[in-house]
């Protein structure tokens, strides 16, 4: 089995929820594979966006590019259906004037059908992220 970045639209996910969305900046620049796009928070927190794999996959390492973040909560699923999240990792990240926050997670008990990550705060009124990228494999697929 081969490890790919699980986030990838090309490999079939989805991004399924965000709770604000900017028709110039959409939650899918999450997942695009272009480091040029990105999508952005409309202001009060917290503010979340669902990652859906479409399959049982186990997660080895999390790098999550954003700009503004200040505290970033991770819950994961395994259930067929966006339900039962039980909180992973919980982060308070540093801001880098004028760059990319580069926030890398060594995940333990990495295996998900869902990711919902959650911005509780930030260091301004908005905030950008600007991709997710799971090193992992997939498992199994949804039955």
């Known amino acids: 089995m081969r490890k790919v970045d699980l986030c990838l639209s ?5 991004v ?5 969305s900017d028709e110039k900046h959409p939650p899918e620049n999450i997942i695009d594979g272009n ?4 999508w952005t928070t409309t202001g009060m927190f917290p503010q979340e966006f669902i990652i859906c794999f479409h399959k049982h996959v186990r997660i080895e390492r999390l790098v999550i590019q954003s700009y503004f973040v200040r505290t970033l909560r991770i819950e994961k699923s395994t ?17 880098t004037e004028g760059q990319l926050q580069n926030e890398e ?5 990495g ?9 509780v705060s930030a260091f301004d009124h908005f905030a950008s992220v600007h ?3 799971a090193e992992g494999i997939a498992v199994s697929n949804l039955s």
Request: no cysteine; proline share 4%; net charge negative.
């Open 10 to 14: 090309s490999e079939g996910t989805e």
């Open 16 to 20: 399924i929820l965000a709770t604000s």
């Open 35 to 38: 480091p040029e796009t990105f």
């Open 79 to 95: 259930s067929k259906e966006p339900v039962d999240f039980e909180q992973w990792v919980e982060r308070d990240l540093v801001h």
């Open 105 to 109: 997670i060594v995940a333990r008990d």
């Open 111 to 119: 295996h998900a059908t869902y990711l919902r990550f959650i911005i």
């Open 131 to 133: 991709s997710v990228s």
